[in-house]
């Protein structure tokens, strides 16, 4: 599949346009090359394997490169707010991919926000939320970035710890501040770093919300609102939205890769 | 002494005017009564006994009633970017304060960055670096908020993660991120949430980073930077300014009271 | 009626979300408690007895006091603009209302646009403007906050401005810029502080504009586009928005009390 | 004198570059012809006769032609914010100075700020306050705009509202916020619209201040802080600094006029 | 026909409001009377004959005025990003309007944008672009300002070439980067100072970019993007719109005339 | 040389610092590897060879390749106002950068600006301005881009765009707007697109504006001031800066070579 194609499907199926004024990450394809026709080179270049990961780093460059990759798809890119310069750490990054003819397509928020593709979504499918009762959750400008819904069965709260713990959390435990209601039924999830969106989550009247890394802040909001907050870890908790892509992907014909590589954070 | 004689002197000490254009949080007095002669009440009131505690919330405002302080200082507070309203949260927090006749005073950045008084100054002493290598760290603007030296006896990684165990952490493990030398000579420090300087930590060739939490994107910074990174919690590292404040405070012959409350993040 | 209820039903009534983006004032409930049912205190607290003013200031937090309300709705509110503090004048109204266990809800240019409860609509009541032929007047952004009509029987301008002497002066006479014709039919009407449309009153081709308080540059752009202005007081002319929330709240069985107090501007 | 000589002295006297940066008015020439000497017309126009104004408007064009001026002096301008267009009431304006040969000069707030010949100093004087006491007031950014000091002699209330009487009121009676001390020593003066400098007036401890025009919330700003305020007139109090450059020019060896149409504002 | 409702009419076909926030022009009406019945005076005044041209300036004033013209309208005006004063170059052409009785009706964008009218439609007439390829080109935020189309017989570089040649040039010949195909059929038009769209024409697929003055970055950008363009003049590419609206007003029965100022750029 | 001492000398004689706030330019060192000592790999590679060129694009680092240098220094660099993404033209660029070890490093208004090694200074020797005569021109915020000065013998307008045409201007003669006097002594420079400096130019008083690439609206400006402007191409004009810095670099002992790629623009 030509280059330009994927990305344009991607681009498509992820509503990438949407988030465009809310997030600081430049999405849809940040490195690599576009059609070139009238140029008399080649037009966009074909794909034939996709590498997924998290993190876009000179280790998951790297693992894209041995495993043949000619794509990677991650979530966090390279680009945060425009690039002055491509110098230092973006200079080494750019460099590898440019030489190892790897190109990069990257999806922050709009994959954070999708209801069935999403980071929190695939959470919430992990928690057993029942989907009936699921919606939009974590108001972000215009869009969501995150969903909330009910198990039918109740967790306790160190079942739910037990449960999250599960994740991919580089051997670190989930940290709890548990200040809310001993049975846990309704969750709010925002991946990654959400404990911004704890004032939603107690409007919305939830037991818990669950996210990926803390702040400082959110330990007294937490205790004066009285809902618990699960801190899952970042990396932990938005593994779920490059797998779902690498699907996708994989149904399109293409051979795929999900690299692991934890953070711990 | 007056309240007005006391935020006065710790303004002037602690250079609260510098840090107004690059901090969200109002700082100096953020809630109490002023001077008001004119009107034919009592001019501002005396304050016999201060409380210092690291966060403004509902648990150390009770705190500090207890104590039978009349003023509560805290490093956050009450107020970032303004308030458009005293409702919800910030209503039983003011609302506790004022039927508790406490004031709060609040010294966030201008706390940070003071290099005798201030946070990582604090934790500089504690970490043993030489006085005669200290020198300020972690711009932000025209400002720092942060401090760097060297020890005269190198630590080991374990080592150092020993000693930032013995803060008052709330039981949770500080966290390493283990990408630098082995030989812990040179150290950067900016408390609390740090993270963002590790690339002005790179450049001035430290060995490693000391702060409080963390955030997803430091992990591969760091290891592309091959520089050290210890978060050894955001209360844990921010105890130290309010404790030198109230060191000042008693001297100037007004009863103190240190609270402590951990938040373990 | 619990709290939240009240100002729930008062912001869908006022539509005071559409003025958020235009007004400088906090409408909406602006100093009070919110439902709090999962911290286990109770929920938002009951409301038996409203008052109502053109003013939230010490005068008038003292009265709703005195008379016994546990509601506070005001025009002109305590905050302007977001908060940096409460100390000086604000820590004196906000203590005030706390102690008093009086909440405040402020209505400023919702109460200013809206076409049959708000100030300009009562002051066009007043004057006996026809029904049918009255429109939105008074351009601000999106929204209006005045009113325009016209007279079955032409007023002079003696005689205006005998009827606008009738509202609630505090004593001190209605101002008149006499450049216009002779008999006023057409009636443009900005209550409070509103010459600065004299441009769009002129470009409509209204004989008068009535407002409340003047401005130096008005006199000139009147004279120069040959309408007359009314000045009858920002006070006198804004009390109509509130007194028709009083009938509007008492109508929900709510007790209610207008509270008094002319500033002669 | 030539045009430009002559306001490039202004200019130089009333520090006109200072204020750039605060005053929505544009200051220095607003309207006329600079120096062409290149194109082969004549350079810069003689000045014989110098016309002064407190406001730029028809009537006082009409006024300052009949005088036989050919530049005309004012306090306000008719450039605000700038000009899109020059139509409507701009047109008839600018086309009068025009067909006129009249060219206009405008300070607006560097005439409200300096010390000696500006609209605060020249009321300090008309009400004898000591000349050793005076001293800036009414920051706007990095200038002032007004000025303080102290009467030997304290005024009554009423005295002080009858001497304000004596100014160029147009008719309309000082209107007074009588909420201060009987005896009045220190006053502060911001003259035109000056009601926003109520809390630097409390905090700097005076007994009144004095300014031109109302604002409906300087009542109970006010009334809360003990301070009286004179609402002498927007134009009433700002014929002093035209009036002073009149004499300033008129050493100059210009003849000049000055042009009296008070507003009642 | 009367000047407001000629305006208004231009005003109407060109939706000039459609342009307002993204044009530095101020466009309709930029210097001229406007309805003053209110004053006495008379309403606007009558418009008998409409002087055009592409440029605002000393010489197209001095030029309308010659041929009896009281209205002028132009492609580029006088007023840019508003005016602070009207003095220097912009006193003497407002003055020259006023001195004059000419009033000024400026459409800038509008008029390169609209798609019969405009100046890049009249291009594609000229250059024989067939009628059912035309569309909207050269995006500007929400609005376009040129047009596309293909020819339907190929032309050859050089023919091209001399066809533009055939302008309004000033006697300065077109000037060629020549790097795409050597058939041109899709061609995409800016008047004026169009090449920053030379990505968009590139993404476009067309074969040519045809503009008025070009700027140094576009000789590498058409390089490598493998597009020729053509740079036929600023003034000769924009005499189209002007034009084709001296036909619109001569059929309303006003008289018309075209000035011909060419500036070789 | 190694790299970064290179481009921090070149820093430092340029004074790039003090450009940053008013140049979209990104200067300074724009794609290339930096210091990485604590990463184990080489620390900033060393410099054999300097190639030097007006213009970043293909044409110019296939031809710095070709010559075998490691570092490309140039006017206009890759990017202006930050890179979204690395994609597209951006994409060959960079990566052709990167494939051939070859840094690129920009220096555009510093070396408009520094008055011994710029653009104006360096056309300013060509045209035989007296050195005594000459002061920095074309100011933009802070700093200036240009220069002025006097000719001992006086230009006709012929001779002086004969002596221009001698640049390399792709074989492109010099327009002049000949709108000033005949004979030109005094002259302002602004290399490349300058015309914006006229109206500077006018009141500085000099004969005539030299400058390479035009804008519609220079010719009336020019000719109502009275001003001769001299249009000698962007690239003709700019070619002096690159070559002293080849000198200073050459006088550093590193091998240079100045590559030629005139636009005709």
Do not use: C
Not at 28 to 55: C, E, I, K, N, W
Not at 63 to 89: I, N, P, S
Not at 124 to 132: K, P, Q, S, T, V
Not at 143 to 163: F, K
Request: charged share 20%; hydrophobic share 40%.
């Amino acid at each position: 599949m030509q280059l330009s194609t994927l990305t344009g499907r991607l681009d498509e199926r992820l509503d990438t346009d949407s988030y465009a004024d809310v997030d600081a990450s430049t999405n849809g394809l940040q490195v690599g090359p576009g059609d070139l026709a009238r140029t008399g080179r080649d037009s966009s270049p074909g794909v034939d394997h996709v590498a997924f990961a998290v993190d876009a780093a000179a280790a998951t460059i790297e693992a894209a490169t041995d495993a043949g990759a000619d794509l990677l798809v991650t979530h966090h890119g390279l680009v945060w707010g425009g690039l002055d310069r491509v110098t230092g750490r973006e200079y080494e990054n750019v460099s590898a991919l440019v030489e190892n003819d790897l190109a990069l397509y990257v999806s922050h928020l709009p994959l954070d926000g999708h209801q069935e593709l999403g980071n929190a979504a695939g959470l919430a499918d992990y928690l057993g939320l029942d989907a009936d009762t699921r919606e939009p959750f974590g108001s972000l400008g215009p869009v969501t970035i995150g969903q909330r819904g009910r198990a039918s069965d109740a967790y306790g709260v160190a079942e739910l710890r037990e449960r999250l713990a599960g994740l991919d959390t580089g051997g670190r435990d989930p940290h709890v501040l548990d200040f809310g209601p001993e049975e846990i039924r309704a969750v709010a999830i925002v991946t990654g770093s959400g404990v911004d969106w704890l004032g939603e989550a107690a409007e919305a009247g939830v037991d818990a919300l669950v996210t990926g890394e803390g702040k400082q802040q959110v330990y007294h909001e937490a205790r004066e609102a009285g809902v618990t907050v699960f801190l899952a870890g970042h990396y932990a908790t938005e593994t779920f939205g490059v797998e779902a892509l690498a699907d996708l992907v994989s149904g399109w014909g293409v051979e795929t890769t999900v690299l692991e590589h934890p953070t711990g954070l």
